[in-house]
């Protein structure tokens, strides 16, 4: 394997790797919000969806680059400096010279967004001005187009929920791009005689762009995660194999939490997410015991072992 071999088979099954945690993050994000009133929430999904798009885009321009034998310092610069941008459309327009993939409108306006967002947004707040949620005003209006839809923010009670026809929505756009984009790369890789689309089993990557997903969109997998994870609890509360388990649980007197929270908790603790009211509930009452240094460490080695 000659240095270019190794360069487009490792380096970029690493990049493939660090993409898909990138996007698999976004996708959490976005999942996780209530709304579109906060920039800072925005920008998180945003910022790590341009990031892995980018970067799934430029390990396939390096499949696509066809190097010399004899290469020279001077050609490995220039290919270098070639990929030295963050604009999603110009890195998409070099991958349509050498390859047709079929993007639909919803798909290309998406990448519209990325690029102006990575390249106006990062940190526009730095700069003296009054406009602090660009971020914010460009991706309600794309969502307003492309859905035909009110976007309300800052409406007190009024403002619109990030709904599951939303989610499904986004999640189908980020799918269908990545995957096309992987998709391709594996052809490649293939016909160059290399595994660079090989991926860690059970990685963020892996899930994204080699599980089997409903309609390409990366929404379905995040359900399918929430569902397998309430079903995890029910079988922990209900099957006789894990009687041991629970009968160690049974023994730690249990914090008066608040049933009148229960549903929120169970809702975003099945999102990936720990509710900081929860948190600050359970620091409260450990504030207020005698004995929370010995519970602190059996809960630590419970949450640690199983």
């Known amino acids: 394997m000659n240095l270019m071999q190794f360069y487009k088979n490792f380096n970029m099954g690493r990049e493939i790797d660090i993409a898909g945690t990138f996007i698999y993050n976004g ?36 499949l696509l680059e066809n190097f010399p034998d004899e290469i020279t310092d001077e050609r490995i610069a220039d290919f270098e400096k070639a ?11 070099q991958i349509s010279t ?24 990062r940190y526009d707040r730095f700069n003296i001005s009054p406009n602090y949620h660009k ?44 995957r096309t984009y992987y998709n391709a790369i594996k052809e490649q890789a293939r016909k160059l005689g290399i595994f660079t689309y090989e991926l860690r089993f059970d990685s963020p990557a892996y899930k994204l762009f080699q599980g089997e997903i409903k309609d390409n969109s990366f929404q379905e997998l995040l359900l399918e995660e929430r ?45 990936g997410t720990v509710p900081v009211v929860l948190v ?4 409260y009452h450990y504030e207020e015991m005698d004995n929370s240094i010995e519970r602190l460490k059996i809960m630590d080695v419970l949450s640690s072992s199983f």
């Not at 920008?43 to 390096?62: D, T």
């Not at 991706?139 to 990030?162: C, G, H, K, Y």
């Not at 600050?280 to 620091?283: G, W």
């Open 83 to 93: 990929l030295i941008t963050h604009s999603h459309q110009k890195l998409h327009g």
């Open 27 to 62: 996708m959490k994000s976005f999942d996780a919000m209530k709304g579109f009133s906060e920039e800072c929430d925005i920008f998180h999904f945003l910022y790590s969806f341009a990031v892995g798009i980018e970067r799934l885009q430029k390990v396939l321009l390096v």
């Open 227 to 271: 569902i397998a994870l309430a079903e995890f609890l029910v079988y922990l509360l209900n099957y006789d194999s894990v009687e041991e388990l629970r009968g160690f649980i049974k023994t730690i007197e249990p914090l008066d939490l608040g049933l009148n929270e229960l549903e929120i908790y169970f809702n975003d603790i099945c999102r």
């Open 135 to 178: 971020e914010r005003d460009m991706f309600v209006s794309f969502l307003s187009n492309r859905l035909n839809m009110e976007i309300r923010v800052n409406q007190a009670f009024w403002d619109t929920p990030n709904d599951t026809r939303i989610k499904k929505f986004l999640g189908r756009i980020v799918g269908a791009i990545t």
């Open 280 to 283: 600050d509930s359970v620091t």
């Open 98 to 121: 050498k390859l047709q993939l079929e993007f639909n409108a919803h798909q290309h306006a998406f990448l519209q967004l990325l690029t102006q967002f990575y390249e106006t947004c």
